[in-house]
């Protein structure tokens, strides 16, 4: 067989792409790893905490949903779901835009400056107290 | 910056009035990896409760094979444990932060006690109910 050098397996993927997206993937991959602040990633696992804290709310929100549609009133679903549903979407936003300030506090001031407030926080502890109690009213309405 | 911080207290512009007050109008700043730490152990009490909020929704929202009373019972101290942990998740925080901005050891949590009794009888409730059905 004739050509360039054959690789054998899926390490030979490189071979199957057109010069100048070759040249690109190698240049990527010779070039240093971003410099990081922390080698023990704490903005990147803080990061990560709120993504997962922002799925579970969004998760309970949709649980809240139901019973709301299951309990017949309108007016209830209509108030506590949107006002619900809008702490769930302003915390998955701010929590993204929060890791995006962090970083820029971090990299400017090399971990000396203060980094941000804490109003997301207390939003999100809302959030959660409002989905627990709106819960709590629903199985009480519905059994008593 | 490859390094992690050496803490240092340089002339960095520190951003004012930041929420809440009571916890950033005094003290210095801590290293700002201990403020990440904190605000992660904050979101982790955030999940248990959302998972305690769901367990409490969850037990009576599927007509589980539960004597109806205990089942009631349970759910509602889960949605009430679920609570506990939101008001620990908050205040627990702010404590900590608090703290570490006066260089004071840390709080234990408060509402450990309370949340794992409230749980532990949230559990024999279930445990009721299974064994009275």
Do not use: C
């Amino acid at each position: 067989m004739t050509g360039p050098v054959h690789v054998s397996g899926w390490r030979g993927w490189l071979e199957w792409l057109r010069p100048e997206a070759r040249e690109l993937v190698q240049e990527r991959r010779s070039r240093p790893p971003p410099a990081l602040w922390d080698v023990g990633l704490q903005p990147e696992r803080s990061a990560l905490a709120w993504q997962r804290t922002s799925l579970s709310l969004a998760g309970v929100t949709v649980l809240t949903f139901r019973g709301l549609a299951t309990s017949g009133q309108l007016l209830l679903l209509v108030v506590v779901g949107g006002i619900a549903l809008a702490l769930t979407s302003l915390v998955a936003a701010r929590a993204r835009r929060r890791r995006r300030v962090i970083q820029q506090v971090l990299e400017r001031h090399s971990g000396a400056a203060g980094l941000i407030g804490a109003r997301l926080l207390f939003v999100t502890a809302f959030a959660g107290g409002l989905l627990a109690v709106t819960n709590l009213a629903l199985v009480l309405y519905a059994r008593l | 910056m490859s390094t992690a911080p050496e803490g240092g207290d340089d002339a960095a512009p520190t951003p004012v009035r930041r929420y809440p007050r009571s916890v950033y109008e005094g003290g210095h700043e801590p290293d700002p990896r201990f403020s990440l730490a904190n605000e992660r152990t904050f979101l982790a009490w955030i999940r248990s409760g959302l998972a305690l909020t769901a367990g409490g929704v969850a037990l009576e929202a599927f007509s589980l094979d539960i004597q109806p009373g205990f089942r009631l019972a349970a759910s509602v101290l889960l949605l009430l444990a679920g609570l506990i942990a939101y008001l620990e998740a908050w205040t627990g925080w702010k404590q900590t932060e608090r703290a570490m901005r006066h260089a004071q050891p840390l709080p234990h949590s408060r509402m450990s006690l309370p949340l794992a009794v409230v749980g532990a009888v949230a559990t024999l409730m279930v445990l009721l109910g299974i064994v009275t059905q």
